[in-house]
């Protein structure tokens, strides 16, 4: 959870310049700011930090799982945690800056890409990823939902509905429902696919 939680709470924090300039304008409680310019705040990065690392063992949780070595099975995956961590972050400024993408979009591919080749790699995580996609996209939901009951109208005020896709769900952009189900799908088996470990049924 840590290692999963403190990736996702790093990116989350760095991407959030473009975020506020393309996708929303929050209002913080520990904004940062750099020549008066806001840069994002350090709720990002416990956001970041506390959906990555749930991602990471929701499934494992939900689901009575634990983790176990890979017998006889030889890997170097820890080798490609800063080339993934790397490309993500290339994709999503190539896209943001280069094709004009909403932000949200260049991030919703860069993790699509990802989870799909972390799974086409170890197909034996496929159930994990989906699983944990579905567990999180849930969570997400309800999340805004209970936010929403306190503050209402939060989403007029804060998102840019010019660059969303218009479609709702209990007044939550589909985007939102979107990203967590797939920060889920890959942070999922994120811990074991990166240390050569698989799961099993808890006895």
Partial sequence: MLVAGLAFGIIAFLTEPIFIKYYWH???IWPF??????????EDFIYGFLKGGIAAIIYEEFFHKTICKMRNHKHH???MIAPIYLGGICIFLFCTISLEFNPVYSSILAISIFGIYLCLYRRDLLINAIYSALLVAGLTYIGFILVLYVFPNLIDVW???DTLS????SKIPLEEILEGGLIGFFGGPFYEFFNGLK???LS
């Fill in 199 to 201: 799961l099993k049924k």
């Fill in 26 to 28: 929050p209002e913080y």
């Fill in 166 to 169: 218009q479609l709702y769900f």
């Fill in 159 to 161: 998102w840019k509905h």
């Fill in 33 to 42: 700011f750099i020549n008066g310019v806001q840069i994002g705040s350090f």
């Fill in 77 to 79: 995956w820890k080798r």
